[in-house]
């Protein structure tokens, strides 16, 4: 595993050194190499495929213009998802209040909660809705360590570093992350399992 | 109960695979016996499946995408900017140099020797104004130009006339004088020409106004005039006593007199 790793750190300054001299083609293959892993960070943060796609194409525009700041040595890895949280961040600060605005931001109480008598698509359905609402309702920084750790499954050493924070402040966040979303879900939780 | 207070501080690391190898196994010891523990990483445990719940949105969502085709799409739009990016840059460079604030003086003066060169320009090429133009620009009382040109007209015939009359009256004394080849050169030289020119002038003036008695005076003064012209160094005497006669025959003084003063009481009664 750690051979795979050191191989693959090797290919992305390769790859990254091709890109510094304009080579479209290195450019593609590390955009294949990350796309996946983009998308789902800011998909699991927006819960929404559109916003996710101008994540990923927005990630990578930006990656392009500031690839010469990349020093060698740096963790790569940590480095792209910093640029995807940054966007995240700016993308969902910008529309929030739109959000808000138009009526988007559902409450729970207002949600379609199932029926005694309905079946376990139903709950399933709402559960997902439940859960993502109460994702939504976390505090900016909290939502993210949850999203990159639950989701992304990055270690607290890795997060830290996109957030260009300590891990035990990590620790600290997912931890109230995870009470803060129990105390939201925990009333609807008998209601549909 | 202290010790249950840390371990569920921990318990979140602890289902996350988070917490360091002994520390790990000790929170897993402990919930083995805390039954309080354990309905603590129960209700976490929910939250966790919560989560997990969200995975098949998440799995079909990316199944929806094109993989394959998304970074060969990406690169070209990135690469695409890029080269529309280094246009525009290159546009804004050149704009930037072009409209910088200091040249602003530049351009004002510019613009102001633009205008002013087109306004001399426009000043020396232009067509000149014909006399219709003219006279519709200023605009005159009606019978002014006939009013000055009359009294132009008065005013060189009376001029012509006191000529005339120096003129014969120097005749008159100098050829009794007999000093008529002396007088004669200054007079052919000097007066004759010019009276001959003015006359011409006067006459279309005097045709003109209907001024007849001014005109038969003026037109025996000009045969005077013409005799004169003609009189070469030696005279004989008896041509001299001709002139002479004729300017007492048609008492030409006496009648240039007379053509002054009314002249002159026409312009005052005029006035």
Redesign the interface.
């Known amino acids: 595993m750690q051979g795979r790793t050191s191989e693959e750190k090797g290919d992305v300054f390769t790859l990254l050194e091709r890109i510094k001299n304009?080579d479209?083609e290195a450019?593609?293959?590390l955009?294949?190499l990350y796309?996946?892993r983009i998308?789902?960070l800011a998909?699991?943060f927006f819960?929404n495929?559109e916003d996710?796609?101008d994540i990923?194409?927005e990630t990578?525009?930006r990656l392009?213009q500031k690839i010469h700041t990349f020093r060698e040595g740096e963790n790569f890895k940590s480095w792209i998802f910093q640029v995807a949280k940054n966007l995240c961040i700016d993308h969902y600060r910008k529309n929030h209040s739109k959000r808000k605005e138009w009526g988007g931001e559902q409450n729970l109480e207002e949600m379609n909660l199932p029926s005694e008598n309905s079946d376990n698509s139903h709950q399933?359905l709402d559960?997902?809705m439940?859960?993502?609402r109460?994702?939504e309702k976390l505090a900016e920084r909290q939502r993210m360590v949850?999203v990159l750790?639950?989701?992304n499954q990055l270690?607290?050493r890795e997060i830290a570093e996109v957030l260009n924070i300590s891990p035990g402040t990590v620790?600290s966040l997912?931890?109230k992350a995870?009470?803060n979303?129990?105390g939201f879900?925990?009333p609807y939780?008998g209601r549909v399992q | 109960m202290k010790e249950c207070k840390k371990i569920n501080?921990d318990l979140?690391?602890f289902?996350?695979g988070?917490l360091l190898g002994e520390r790990q196994q000790f929170v897993s010891s402990h919930l083995e016996e805390c039954s309080s523990c354990q309905r603590e990483i129960d209700?976490?445990k929910?939250?966790?499946a919560?989560?997990d719940?969200?995975?098949?949105?998440?799995k079909a969502?990316?199944a929806?995408?094109d993989?394959e085709t998304?970074?060969?799409q990406?690169?070209d739009?990135?690469?695409g900017?890029?080269v529309q990016e280094t246009k525009e840059s290159w546009v804004l460079g050149i704009s930037r140099i072009l409209f910088q604030p200091k040249l602003r003086p530049v351009y004002a003066a510019l613009l102001v020797g633009v205008f002013l060169g087109a306004l001399f320009t426009y000043i020396l090429i232009r067509p000149p104004l014909q006399r219709q133009d003219r006279e519709s620009l200023i605009s005159y009382p009606p019978g002014f130009i006939e009013k000055v040109e009359l009294e132009m007209a008065r005013r060189e015939t009376l001029d012509y006339l006191k000529k005339s009359q120096y003129l014969i009256l120097d005749f008159v004394q100098t050829s009794t004088e007999a000093e008529t080849s002396t007088w004669q050169r200054d007079f052919a030289s000097q007066k004759v020409k010019e009276l001959l020119s003015k006359k011409k002038y006067i006459n279309q003036q005097l045709d003109k106004f209907k001024m007849a008695k001014a005109k038969e005076i003026c037109n025996q003064i000009e045969f005077l005039i013409y005799e004169l012209a003609q009189l070469s160094d030696e005279i004989p005497a008896w041509r001299l006593q001709e002139i002479h006669d004729f300017i007492e025959e048609k008492q030409l003084l006496l009648k240039i007199k007379l053509l002054e003063k009314e002249l002159k009481q026409s312009e005052k009664s005029e006035v």
């Open positions: 304009d479209r450019f593609r293959e955009v294949s796309q996946k998308f789902l998909f699991s819960h495929r996710a796609m990923v194409q990578f525009m392009h399933s559960l997902k439940i859960f993502s109460c994702l949850f750790k639950h989701y270690k607290y620790k997912h931890f995870v009470q979303l129990r879900i925990s939780l | 501080k979140v690391a289902l996350y988070e209700k976490l929910e939250v966790h919560g989560a719940s969200l995975n098949e949105d998440i969502v990316m929806s995408v993989w998304l970074p060969a990406i690169t739009t990135v690469f900017k890029e």
